[in-house]
């Protein structure tokens, strides 16, 4: 089972609807979670972070974690033409022992928003 | 959020040879990361770096080739050391907070010929 795993897509929405990515991850012990766009030929861009169970908002985006069903997901609404990327979910766990942490990433969900 | 300043850009190298990737970050940070991000794939971490101590290396990735140093608290570099065109990948670097999320460096496009 892989660590992160995301839908690969192209996930295809129209321009105005809601794009719905989602992301499961196999670690119980992972502590916060984010989301990150990544246009062609560019380094990724943090969107979201969320490390408490239920929604978090900002803009257009909404993050949902959820813990017990190892669960987190990223709402877009109002999906414009410049959303289309991929958009990749990664995961931070943090090991106390020596102050190590490490984010592991999914393989990304390619979103197209059709004008 | 951090502001990293990272080149080169992109290099074309000759199999066997090294390149030293460089990172500068505009305020202290006690760890920095880097990563490879294969065409077409998602980031792979290579390895966390903190300033004084030797990098803890992922699986799969070991000092002797891919060498890293971190002699303050706001640069690093990364060698890629005796390079063939397996090697080719666009290399990254990313800091930040836990809970807060990371910022990447601007990459580093390496093709091997």
């Known amino acids: 089972q892989k660590e992160v795993e995301q839908n690969s897509g192209p996930l295809s929405v129209p321009e105005g609807a809601i794009a719905s990515l989602n992301c499961t991850y196999s670690?119980?012990?992972?502590?916060?979670f984010f989301w990150y766009r990544q246009y062609s030929g560019k380094s990724p861009e943090l969107i979201m972070s969320?490390?408490?169970?239920g929604d978090k908002e900002d803009g257009r985006f909404t993050a949902q974690l959820n813990k017990a069903s190892q669960y987190v997901s990223l709402l877009i609404r109002d999906s414009q033409p410049s959303d289309s990327a991929t958009y990749l979910c990664?995961?931070?766990?943090?090991?106390?022992?020596?102050?190590?942490?490490?984010?592991?990433f999914g393989t990304g969900t390619k979103l197209q928003v059709i004008p | 959020s951090a502001v990293i300043s990272q080149k080169p850009s992109r290099d074309i190298c000759q199999r066997g040879t090294s390149l030293t990737i460089q990172c500068q970050v505009d305020?202290?940070?006690?760890?920095m990361f880097w990563y490879r991000q294969q065409p077409g794939q998602s980031l792979t971490l290579i390895a966390t770096?903190?300033?004084?101590?030797?990098?803890?290396?992922e699986s799969g990735f070991v000092i002797d080739k891919f060498p890293i140093s971190r002699p303050n608290l706001t640069f690093s570099t990364l060698t890629v050391s005796n390079m063939s065109p397996e090697d080719s990948s666009i290399y990254l670097c990313?800091?930040?907070?836990?809970?807060?999320?990371?910022?990447f460096g601007s990459g580093t496009r390496l093709t091997v010929v």
């Open positions: 990313s800091v930040g907070r836990q809970l807060y999320g990371y910022t």
């Open positions: 670690d119980r012990g992972s502590q916060s």
């Open positions: 969320i490390y408490s169970n």
């Open positions: 990664a995961v931070n766990m943090y090991y106390d022992s020596g102050g190590y942490q490490k984010v592991t």
């Open positions: 305020s202290q940070v006690t760890m």
């Open positions: 770096a903190n300033q004084g101590s030797e990098a803890t290396y």
